[in-house]
């Protein structure tokens, strides 16, 4: 994979990451969390008949998609005129990338979830925050694709999620999947949304718990 990046893959990477990475985005929410858990707002908010959990998510969906058109699209289509955007495109795989890219929106929600819900024991995750927007960065491919990492790292992204958020729906969409290989990088993000999920679940209801004792 990493002798099979061009020029013009490189262009299309990046110019589908500005997209691809403000539609999962999630990482405000973390400091949104931290924010109302340290002011009390967090009270409000449970109190909403969608649930906690639920509304953040819908909002952060809807964040994303308004700041994709209002912010993003603009210069995407800027730099598709200035510098093309030549990739072997089919409705096959645009229809794989956005399943891919659907539920990368879900991964990065229950991860940053769990991220902000630290919080309640740290009691301020602002250090936490930053870190893990270290980590994301660098082993998501966002910044550099992994078909430019070292071997050893390469590998080991292969057995955390955020590759799963960023690179591999980019990846699909570019033709540098193979199709028979698609199947498997769907399953594994299914994988890891099924156990961040469940431990989203298991840090909110004890955190909710937490929160009632110290009042809320």
Known sequence: MRQGATLDDMIAFTIISGMTSMLTNAYDMMRGINASVLDGSISLRLLLPLGFRTHYFLSQVSENLFWSIYNNLPPILVAVVFFGLRFDFTVQRLGLYCVSVALAICLNFCYSFIMGM????????????????????????????????????????????????????????????????????????LLWLAILYGFSWLIWSSGRKHMMIQGG
Do not use: C, D, H
């Not at 270290?134 to 590759?163: D, E, K, M, N």
């Not at 690179?167 to 290989?181: C, H, Q, S, V």
């Open 118 to 189: 630290s919080v309640i024991w740290l009691r301020n995750s602002f250090f936490l925050e930053n870190l893990s927007g270290v980590f994301y960065r660098l082993l998501s491919g966002a910044v550099v694709p992994i078909w430019f990492f070292p071997s050893w790292l390469r590998t080991a992204s292969a057995y955390l999620p955020f590759r799963y958020t960023m690179f591999e729906p980019i990846a699909i969409l570019l033709g540098k999947t193979p199709m028979e290989r698609i199947p498997a990088v769907l399953g594994t993000q």
